[in-house]
């Protein structure tokens, strides 16, 4: 049977770190509740994570080509969701096609036959896939796939759906783009829990080459491990004023739990000393926390995956491909790796894969 | 003042009863926002972190509470014993 490959992946953010300003506005958010402000100021101290980007400008004086943060994020009269998906609209194409550039195709663009893309934070028809095979001048006669709205786990999703048409279809080259514009989505309230959540997420793109080639990753196998009686832990809906997220506390000790039951399926029975690059989502600083204290993992384990979270925030659906895009950066052949993401359900999505011999050629984060 | 009864009497900051060890703290009357401050008020007092911090803490028994201080712990005492001694110049 063929053998998929990741043969190369690039990653693009937008061009403007909110997260410091954002930690002020979720100050503000708290209306002077102090033992809030003082709960919301310490748990953004030990988030993990020190920049997240956006297309909204949180500078005093924005340029005229850029959208003011406050301006759209005006107090008392925050964006509709027909407004968030305007600015979609606008600005998805643009991180997609800076993405797709980095992964400097040249030539091969031509031999591009199908484009999968994940996306959970914004949508409109004729949509995302038509605006960048466009921009990007691929071939019109691409397969075309949307993966819509599975959240974080979606990458995982289309590197599997990716390697099922490679093994298919060896001469296939398969496009995988995972793009997210998050910080759209920011609700207005005085809740402290929600506005944890909107701390640790940001904007980001990445995109990827699946081909038979045998450079890069090969993928090795795929686990979906449903969690049970956790339907509610975890929920995405469309709202009137943006999409709406229920992020529970008590995600991260489910996660726990279950990776640490099910570690021998996510596995496929090797040993968790067997695994050398471990590609975990940084859905945020607890969530890496658990799966270390699941697996007993050392500390250095998941260290790409704190680099990632520390240098982009969550990302949803792109972030576990920043992290893999990281280690193909450095990667020796034959390593073996799980990648593993984490989404409504709650499910576990993972990928055991190993290093090729020849390996690609990875590349740094383009900021816009 | 041992590890225990000086978690009682953070705890005892915000909860009026003396905490059974079986005794979950979301059961004692703490809500998410509760725990959160108690597990820095703990951080605090003993110059440890906490692995949990956010509201995970909640479905915690107090003695779930005092084993995992405890952990923490000794895995401070752990580090200082095998850190260097002496600066290397």
Redesign the interface.
């Known amino acids: 049977m063929t053998e998929a490959h990741i043969n190369r992946i690039a990653t693009a953010v937008p061009p403007y770190d909110v997260h410091q300003a954002f930690i002020q506005f979720g100050h503000a958010l708290l209306g002077g509740n102090e ?2 402000s003082m ?1 919301f100021g ?2 953004a101290e ?1 988030a993990g994570i020190e920049h997240r980007y956006s297309y909204l400008n949180p500078a005093a004086h924005p340029d005229a080509a850029s959208t003011s943060a406050y301006a759209f994020y005006r107090r008392g009269d925050f964006p509709t969701t027909a407004a968030r998906m305007r600015l979609f609209e606008s600005q998805a194409p643009v991180l997609a096609a800076a993405a797709v550039e980095k992964l400097n195709l040249g030539a091969e663009r031509e031999r591009l036959t199908h484009i999968l893309i994940t996306c959970c934070t914004g949508f409109s028809a004729p949509g995302l896939d038509l605006e960048i095979m466009s921009r990007c001048r691929l071939p019109k006669s691409m397969e075309r796939t949307m993966i819509g709205f599975m959240g974080c786990y979606a990458a995982i999703n289309a590197l599997k759906l990716a390697r099922h048409i490679v093994r298919s279809e060896p001469t296939a080259r398969v496009l995988v783009l995972n793009l997210e514009l998050c910080s759209l989505h920011l609700q207005e309230t005085t809740n ?2 929600e506005i ?1 959540s909107f701390l640790i997420f940001g904007d980001g793109c990445a995109a990827c080459l699946v081909t038979a080639d045998p450079t890069g990753f090969a993928m090795d196998s795929f686990c979906a491990l449903l969690v049970p009686d956790t339907p509610d832990l975890i929920t995405w809906a469309i709202g009137d004023s943006g999409f709406n997220m229920v992020l ?6 489910a996660i726990l739990d279950a990776v640490r039951e099910k570690s021998g399926q996510i596995l496929k029975g090797l040993p968790i000393s067997a695994i050398d690059l471990w590609a975990v989502h940084p859905g945020g600083r ?1 969530v890496l ?1 658990a799966v270390e ?1 699941a697996l007993d993992l050392k500390p250095s384990a998941l260290g790409a995956s704190r680099d990632i979270l520390r240098r982009f925030g969550n990302m949803s659906s792109a972030t576990v491909m920043f992290v893999l895009e990281a280690m193909l950066r450095a990667p020796k052949a034959g390593a073996l790796g799980c990648a593993m993401s984490f989404g409504p359900g709650l499910i576990a999505e993972t990928m055991l894969f190993h290093a090729s011999s020849d390996t690609g050629t990875g590349t740094s984060t383009r900021q816009l | 003042m041992d590890v225990e009864q000086e978690l009682q009497a953070i705890v005892g900051k915000k909860v009026k009863d003396h905490l059974e060890s079986g005794t979950k703290l979301v059961d004692a009357g703490l809500d998410s926002l509760d725990v959160m401050e108690l597990a820095f008020d703990i951080e605090d007092r003993f110059k440890v972190q906490l692995p949990q911090i956010g509201t995970e803490l909640i479905s915690f028994t107090y003695g779930d509470l005092c084993r995992l201080v405890e952990k923490q712990l000794a895995a401070k005492a752990d580090n200082a014993l095998a850190a260097p001694s002496g600066s290397i110049p």
């Open positions: 033992r809030n709960l310490r748990m030990r402290l829990d944890l529970s506390g008590q995600v991260p000790g607890s926390d204290r």
